[in-house]
């Protein structure tokens, strides 16, 4: 009887950053409970994270802006929640909507219990 036997290779240190390169665009998802249920969340790039920073800046002032932001972050990193309108995040209970934007946050290395 034969075996065929894949054996990991082992990346020098040269092909590392094609291997990083590859990547790129990857997303790190987990499962957290949303008013009960179990929803699908993703850490937020870099650059995602500068697009909601820019939008914090806004909030001094601005008492609507604050739900901006949170819309923001929720969009971004929840599987499905891109299409939601306006009037479907007022639908929502506001605690619950913070609790899920404070699990994103802390998910993607931003705030207490990072990248947990």
């Not at 034969?2 to 082992?10: A, E, G, R």
């Not at 950053?17 to 997303?27: A, D, P, S, W």
């Amino acid at each position: 009887m034969t075996s065929n036997l894949n054996i990991p290779k082992i990346l020098k240190a040269n092909n590392m950053v094609g291997g990083l390169k590859g990547l790129i665009g990857r997303k790190m998802t987990k499962k957290v409970k949303f008013m009960g249920e179990e929803v699908s969340i993703s850490k937020l790039s870099v650059a995602e994270v500068m697009v909601i920073q820019e939008k914090a800046k806004a909030i001094e002032g601005n008492d609507s802006a604050g739900l901006d932001v949170l819309k923001t972050v929720i969009s971004l990193a929840v599987e499905g929640a891109d299409d939601l309108s306006d009037q479907d995040f007022e639908a929502f209970p506001m605690d619950e909507l913070s609790k899920l934007s404070s699990e994103i946050m802390k998910f993607s290395g931003i705030g207490g219990d990072q990248g947990k």
